[in-house]
């Protein structure tokens, strides 16, 4: 079956500019997180989502991030007004429920120029 | 202090020997165990999933959990050239957000 999509694969931007990152979970999962992950490094929690609750936005470096999920399905994160730091590999992952196994997509690769 | 302990190695070991990976962690809550392979410029996949203390195996792997000493391990048999990669340890509370170590680099030489 298929597992979690994520894309772009890749993305340049200009600083300055917004990116909108898309991450498609396995189909009736009903909780997603995201990450990133910066060259050799690991991996920085920023939002989960679980079911109708309230998203864990803790990990949110700046209100420049955003992220939300229609539907209780496909998520969107935001970056607004890019910097170069914001270079990264952006991760998603999906769970069929709570606490079960989460299964990550093959990422979004950001560099901003 | 990070909240989940793991050494970044690299871990280099022959071919068919046994790899041995460890994470310790501090927070008492987390009850739900995971350990991740990652190749380069690949994301994640998982290897193990374990609920609370106990041993589990899978094929070469087999997965430990003490959770009274908050440490777990991986272990990978014979081992071979194609499980060269980063290994990420991950765990949570109920009900929360999965907690990463900074993953271990393992190198098996043919």
């Known amino acids: 079956g298929a597992g979690v999509s994520q894309s772009p694969s890749n993305k340049v931007t200009e600083k300055g500019k917004d990116v909108e990152l898309r991450c498609d979970p396995i189909?009736?999962?009903?909780?997603l997180y995201w990450y990133r992950q910066s060259l050799g490094q690991g991996l920085e929690f920023l939002i989960y989502?679980?079911?109708?609750?309230?998203?864990?936005k803790s990990g949110l470096p700046s209100d420049r991030f955003s992220a939300e999920r229609t539907g209780g399905s496909v998520s969107t994160l935001t970056i607004q007004r890019t910097q170069q730091e914001d270079s990264a590999v952006y991760l998603c992952?999906?769970?069929?429920?709570?606490?079960?196994?989460?299964?990550f997509g093959q990422g979004t690769r950001l560099t901003v120029v | 202090q990070k909240e989940v302990e793991q050494d970044p190695g690299p871990l280099s070991v022959p071919e068919g020997a046994i790899v041995s990976l460890n994470c310790t962690y501090s927070?008492?809550?987390?009850?739900?165990f995971m350990w991740y392979r990652q190749y380069s410029r690949k994301g994640p996949e998982l290897l193990m999933y374990?609920?609370?203390?106990g041993n589990k195996e899978d094929g070469r792997f087999t997965a430990q959990v003490d959770k009274s000493s908050k440490y777990i391990s991986l272990f990978i048999r014979d081992s071979q050239p194609s499980d060269s990669a980063t290994y990420l340890c991950?765990?949570?509370?109920?009900?929360?957000?999965?907690?990463f170590g900074g993953g271990t680099r393992v190198l098996v030489k043919p």
């Open positions: 992952a999906s769970s069929l429920a709570m606490d079960t196994e989460a299964f």
């Open positions: 189909s009736g999962h009903t909780a």
């Open positions: 989502f679980q079911g109708n609750s309230a998203p864990d």
């Open positions: 927070n008492s809550a987390f009850q739900y």
């Open positions: 374990t609920y609370s203390s």
């Open positions: 991950a765990m949570k509370a109920a009900g929360n957000k999965l907690t």
